[in-house]
């Protein structure tokens, strides 16, 4: 009786507490916005219950924990790895307090630790030397999952992608190694060598648990946390909009409940099957039909401005000879103090006057993440890479200058046999010269990191080889590929003593890493005016190949909430002596990378394919927009509002119906026209 009297104490002591601290969180809000007050006051005293109830199931086994302690000490460890890491992306993903937040971590902490703890259970079961190699592997394997995943997921705010396994080579490990240094690396081997020392299993007794029954309350408890945690997320998501009315709160819950999904799904089940299926795949190869898009479809698409009225085309007036493409590794727009008080003025004095002086996009958006993909949406003009499809008969950027008889060079820092690159730029993306790492190296250049070439010797091959161009009267395309930005940390070629104070104080390395951008480009301009190639008929060009991913630094350098998803902004720069061609350029539309190669092919005065998804940005359009994909989502943003469409989700608004229509129509129909050459 008076452990119920406690309680229930407890309980009115709990409402009381929460209904306080939300009403001092709302009331100065006017008027005052009583659903979300009530809702936030019954999830977190719902949440003081559940976690109570926790609590008093574990002071009724109290007599147990040592022993169980002691007996899984391998399977403790790994929950209070997870639970860390758990805490970490709470943070960062800023969720809710709430009750089906906990019920997330809960059911989080029992699906990571399962197979370990079912591994464990059975070596007690069968004790041998063998079972206790399995139980080793088992419980090293899980925990070291869990901390590359954590990491990914501070560089992504994401866990591990497929992605990342096709981009996973002996040229990203020594690029990685190479950027982390000695103490980052002895830091690590110390970690796995504690995780090592930190298992440990007591002697099999001859008394045993009962095994059947231990493995049934393990399914027992596995399916009521995780049957629980979708039943209270559903009844949170129906409440929410049929009852409580709270229609502003419900996308946002949408992607909560997406970042919760994360916190339950086992970490070691993601890696491997992000590791052995690629799931960014959004139409089966064997599964391909061409849809019209449907009346709605089209009527939407013209509201979103994709879908624009055929007009006539004028044939294009050559405006240069010459385009030079400066690509820098993973920078966004807000990486500039132009755009970004964060970012120390000193940081990037150069790139903001060029802002100032020259034509340049406010609202340039990445098409795709990460490098291949950026590459294509902006060298092909289209969204979604797919490498099995074969390359050599689709447009592209390079094969239509070559067409009309320029030259098409790209130029990349790192190596060709990275990814193959050797054999699928040229075959994928048309250009008749790549030159890469080796070929700088026969150049007789020095000083290549992990990654590769740093911007000084990119810029430095760069500025010869536009010089032999121009003495040759050649017409050219030069796309240079720099790496020195590269996540997770970037490469910065400046003394401590030679940065300014609030550079090198500065406690973000993105920041000095972005004053060695500036500084390189700097230079770059200053011996290309010298040399006399900045001419009427050359222009510059300065872009990203995509926007960092999001986490790590970039999280905190960019505080705009819209300006920091998956597709985010990045930088264009138009830079040249004659600049006509700019006039009615409006620097506050908004446009992304497919967009870019349909612009520069209008101003070399060639025409456009008819494949290109984007448009020329140099003329007007009703409603200009920005459209990116990753990750099996695809991104919308105008002047006036953004969405995320998830396109594998079946019942979305009429937007993202239209949208998800319309890419996997572009995607299909470019099957069906290249999949047989």
């Excluded at 995943?149 to 396994?165: E, G, I, N, P």
Aim: charged letters at 20%.
């Amino acid at each position: 009786m008076r452990k119920r009297y406690w309680l229930l104490v407890f309980m009115v002591i709990a409402f009381a507490a929460e209904y306080f601290l939300s009403w001092k969180f709302y009331r100065s809000i006017v008027p005052f916005p009583e659903m979300e007050f009530w809702y936030t006051a019954i999830s977190s005293f719902l949440r003081d219950v559940l976690l109570l109830g926790v609590a008093g199931l574990l002071y009724l086994r109290r007599t147990r924990i040592r022993d169980r302690v002691k007996r899984y000490f391998p399977v403790v460890v790994t929950g209070v790895l997870y639970l860390g890491v758990t805490v970490f992306m709470v943070h960062q993903l800023r969720l809710d307090g709430g009750v089906v937040t906990a019920l997330a971590i809960l059911a989080g902490l029992n699906n990571n630790i399962f197979a370990v703890l079912v591994t464990a259970m059975c070596y007690h079961k069968w004790a041998g030397r063998t079972m206790k190699t399995v139980y080793f592997a088992v419980y090293f394997l899980s925990a070291v999952i869990v901390i590359f995943d954590a990491f990914y997921f501070w560089q992504t705010s994401m866990h591990v992608q497929s992605v990342l396994f096709a981009n996973l080579n002996i040229y990203a490990v020594k690029g990685v190694l190479a950027s982390m240094g000695a103490l980052k690396l002895a830091l690590i081997a110390a970690g796995l060598l504690l995780l090592v020392l930190l298992f440990r299993v007591n002697k099999p007794t001859k008394k045993k648990p009962n095994f059947v029954w231990s493995l049934m309350c393990v399914a027992a408890f596995s399916l009521a946390l995780n049957i629980g945690y979708m039943m209270m997320g559903s009844l949170n998501g129906y409440v929410m909009k049929e009852y409580m009315g709270m229609w502003t709160e419900v996308e946002s819950e949408k992607t909560r409940e997406a970042y919760r999904d994360m916190l339950t799904v086992p970490v070691n089940v993601n890696f491997f099957g992000k590791m052995l299926f690629n799931t960014d795949k959004i139409v089966s190869r064997s599964h391909i039909e061409q849809r019209p898009l449907t009346v709605k479809d089209e009527q939407v698409l013209q509201e979103l401005g994709i879908m624009r009225k055929s007009e006539e085309k004028a044939e294009p007036k050559a405006s240069y000879d010459r385009i030079v493409m400066l690509v820098l590794e993973s920078v966004h727009r807000d990486y500039m103090h132009y755009y970004n008080e964060n970012i120390p003025a000193e940081a990037t004095p150069y790139l903001d006057s060029l802002l100032e002086k020259y034509p340049h996009l406010d609202h340039y958006y990445s098409s795709a993440v990460p490098t291949t993909q950026g590459l294509n949406a902006t060298f092909r003009s289209h969204l979604i890479y797919d490498p099995d499809l074969p390359g050599e008969a689709q447009p592209s950027i390079f094969r239509s200058v070559q067409q009309a008889g320029w030259r098409g060079i790209f130029m990349n820092a790192s190596s060709q046999y990275y990814n193959n690159e050797l054999h699928e730029y040229p075959t994928q993306f048309g250009m008749e010269e790549y030159y890469a790492k080796e070929y700088l190296e026969d150049a007789g250049y020095t000083g290549a990191s992990g990654w590769g070439y740093h911007n000084d010797v990119m810029y430095a091959e760069a500025l010869n080889l536009l010089e032999k161009g121009q003495k040759n009267n050649d017409k050219m395309l030069l796309v240079v590929k720099t790496l020195d930005m590269h996540q997770p940390y970037p490469y910065y070629g400046t003394a401590y003593g030679d940065m300014p104070e609030g550079v090198r104080d500065n406690k973000y390395v993105t920041v000095r890493g972005i004053y060695w951008v500036n500084l390189t480009i700097q230079n770059f301009f200053k011996e290309a005016s010298r040399r006399g190639l900045m001419d009427d008929r050359t222009l510059f060009v300065i872009t990203s190949d995509h926007n960092p991913h999001s986490g790590g630094e970039y999280m905190e350098l960019v505080t705009d909430e819209r300006s920091r998803r998956s597709i985010a902004p990045i930088p264009l720069i138009f830079i040249g002596k004659n600049l006509a061609p700019f006039a009615l350029l409006d620097e506050e539309q908004y446009a992304s990378q497919i967009d870019l190669a349909p612009t520069l092919l209008a101003l070399g005065g060639i025409t456009v394919p008819e494949e290109f998804m984007g448009r020329n940005f140099l003329q007007y359009a009703p409603l200009p927009y920005a459209l990116g994909y990753f990750g099996g989502k695809a991104y919308y943003y105008n002047e006036d509002f953004s969405f995320e469409d998830k396109m594998d989700e079946p019942e979305q608004d009429r937007y993202c119906d239209a949208l998800t229509n319309y890419i996997i129509h572009e995607y299909a129909d470019r099957h069906l026209k290249y999949g047989g050459q």
